[in-house]
């Protein structure tokens, strides 16, 4: 099990340290400096010569990519070209809130997904059964932000049920839920078809089970099969794949926090590639990397100990 | 191979008739590659051609979908919105197809260590999150049609080389190929003969399945302005502009999201019933 984890968290290190050194690596094979391009047509050379110190682009590229990880590890990101704020405060200023946007989106999957997948077997081979597979299909499929788009216009715009924009009142936690509900519904969907589609096939894998038959064979009714003995087992794939969730559900919510305009991670990266705000695009996108990694590391590593036989895979 | 490709569409033709879904996402798919071919001549204007006077209009005879914001006929912007969405979707998909199957032939058939290299950088874009990467190359080249594509082949190579890597191992080891050998065949033509049309084919039905992410992708981003620059159609950049006129022309962005609807859709619907045809192992991807 040590062996295991320490070959994962490696790997989850090594790659961090890939990304950010390919970026870098771009950053100086494309023509033009980050400096002007930033500045624009505006661009002086004392401006531009001032931003290059301020950015470090002055220097070898072996000493900023040394700085930069330096930097990094001490919780350094570099400072915003324009407001000069620090990198990091801006970060953690707004990633409480994707945090919360994410959250409420998978956990309100997780729950409609497991009870859509429970339905579906429960009724198996059945219209309904066919008709919830259109359905879970059908929510994968369509992009995030377009369901964003037709939620703001239907029950913001035209019903007026909730706020069009923003995060809510800070501190008034019934106006920020009433603000998340849209938003997390437009990014939750896609995953309540998934998990809707993942539970209905494991399920159905484990419904041919011994145990099964034996609870059968007592006499149980079907309900309580699927909802006692059926779902503990097929639920595992499901909880497998939420780290993955998680951190796709936050990449998603670069498009749905710019619909909703609501503060966040992606929010604020999507402003700073606009406007080519390197540090904060680097630091961002380092810093959901290594949320993202560290959250779908740790998830195997806990699947692996409740579970040997997955260790073995790295292995063999 | 020929007659296994031609077996192969057979299959999936009449598997195709028997799934009403998989009719339909088929008619559907067929619609907008129409729509895509014959751009210039179904709509009925030019989709750049401005006209202030009568912008925001509702339908009409005139303007079947109403017009946008600068007074340009949204259908015909729609219309041309298919060619951007197809033409990038096919070009990325095709390109990053053929680096993957090289990069994939590269990895499996190659030595050891460049084998473990390519492994290890597979993974480490296969594990990062979509947009992130994306983002990350858009800011350094800058958006744009070009950087677009080049994007969604960053993303989507290494899964597929990895899918050929696979297939390429467990070819390499079968009887026929180690016969080859024998017989003092070059790898060119082990690769060339046997490999390549070995893994050509499943990669295929990978592809297609894929183009509904790559389209998602390409609006996502244009809706961002960080994809297709205006006034080139995408319908991204028609759904930002319906955004933006959300509360003045509510009709707008009803439209203008409905063919993102349809067309991921109907590829899903198509890809999942060519899936169950010929090859049901494989899995419906989402976005990371």
């Not at chain 1, 002086?44 to 930097?71: C, H, I």
């Not at chain 1, 309540?192 to 011994?210: E, F, H, K, Q, T």
């Not at chain 2, 983002?135 to 990895?162: E, Q």
Request: with cysteine; hydrophobic share 55%.
């Amino acid at each position: 099990m040590l062996n295991y984890a320490i070959k994962r968290i490696g790997l989850a290190v090594l790659i961090i340290f890939l990304v950010m050194l390919a970026m870098y690596a771009m950053v100086f094979l494309v023509p033009g400096d980050p400096a002007s391009l930033a500045l624009g047509p505006r661009a002086t050379p004392e401006l531009k010569q001032a931003l290059m110190e301020s950015m470090g682009l002055d220097k070898p590229v072996y000493v900023q990519v040394w700085n930069f990880f330096r930097n990094a590890l001490t919780g350094d990101l570099g400072y915003d070209v324009w407001s000069k704020r620090p990198v990091a405060d801006m970060i953690l200023e707004v990633f409480p809130q994707t945090l919360f946007l994410g959250a409420v989106a998978l956990g309100t999957a997780v729950v409609l997904g497991i009870g859509l997948g429970c339905l579906a077997v429960l009724w198996r081979g059945s219209l309904a059964d066919r008709l919830l597979a259109v359905l879970s299909v059908s929510m994968i499929s369509v992009p995030s932000f377009v369901i964003a788009i037709y939620l703001l216009l239907i029950f913001a715009v035209w019903l007026g049920w909730f706020p069009a924009i923003g995060a809510g009142e800070a501190g008034n936690v019934k106006s920020q839920i009433q603000a998340v509900i849209l938003p997390a519904a437009a990014i939750g969907i896609t995953w309540v078809g998934y998990i809707a589609r993942l539970v209905r096939a494991s399920m159905l894998d484990v419904m041919g089970a011994n145990h099964v038959r034996t609870a059968r064979a007592f006499g149980l009714t079907e309900r309580k099969i699927v909802l006692r003995y059926a779902l503990r087992i097929a639920i595992i794939p499901t909880i497998a794949i939420l780290a993955v969730g998680f951190g796709s559900i936050l990449s998603s919510a670069v498009f749905v926090e710019t619909v909703f305009s609501r503060p966040g991670i992606g929010s604020l990266i999507t402003g700073a590639v606009l406007k080519r705000n390197y540090p904060v695009v680097m630091g961002a996108v380092l810093f959901m990397t290594a949320f993202y990694l560290f959250v779908v590391t740790a998830a195997d590593l806990l699947m692996a100990y409740l579970d040997p036989r997955i260790r073995d895979v790295l292995r063999g | 191979m020929c007659s296994v490709a031609s077996r192969g569409s057979r299959t999936a033709w009449r598997a195709l008739r028997a799934d009403a879904l998989g009719m339909m996402g088929f008619v559907i798919v067929a619609t907008f590659i129409a729509m895509a071919l014959f751009a210039p001549w179904i709509a009925p204007y030019d989709p750049l051609k401005i006209d202030v006077a009568h912008k925001f209009a509702t339908p009409s005879l005139s303007h079947f979908a109403g017009t946008d914001q600068l007074g340009r006929d949204l259908l015909s912007r729609l219309i041309y919105g298919a060619r951007t969405a197809l033409g990038i979707a096919l070009t990325a998909t095709g390109i990053a197809g053929l680096c993957g199957i090289l990069l994939g032939i590269i990895a499996g058939y190659g030595p050891r260590w460049l084998d473990a290299l390519l492994v290890l950088v597979f993974d480490s874009l296969t594990s990062l999150p979509m947009i992130m990467l994306a983002l990350a190359v858009i800011t350094v080249l800058g958006p744009g049609t070009a950087t677009l594509i080049f994007v969604i082949i960053i993303i989507s190579v290494p899964g597929y080389a990895r899918f050929i890597r696979a297939q390429t191992l467990s070819l390499v080891r079968s009887d026929f190929i180690l016969a080859e050998r024998v017989m003092d065949a070059s790898h060119l033509r082990i690769i060339l003969i046997h490999l390549l049309p070995n893994v050509a084919g499943q990669l295929l039905i990978v592809l297609s399945m894929d183009i509904p992410i790559v389209i998602m992708l390409e609006a996502g981003l244009s809706y961002l302005s960080l994809g297709v620059k205006p006034p080139t159609p995408s319908w991204g950049n028609i759904l930002y502009d319906a955004y933006i006129a959300l509360r003045q022309s509510p009709f707008m962005v009803v439209v203008a999201g409905l063919p993102l609807v349809l067309a991921t859709l109907g590829f899903t619907f198509l890809g999942e019933a060519l899936r169950d045809a010929l090859d049901p192992r494989l899995q419906l991807k989402v976005i990371r």
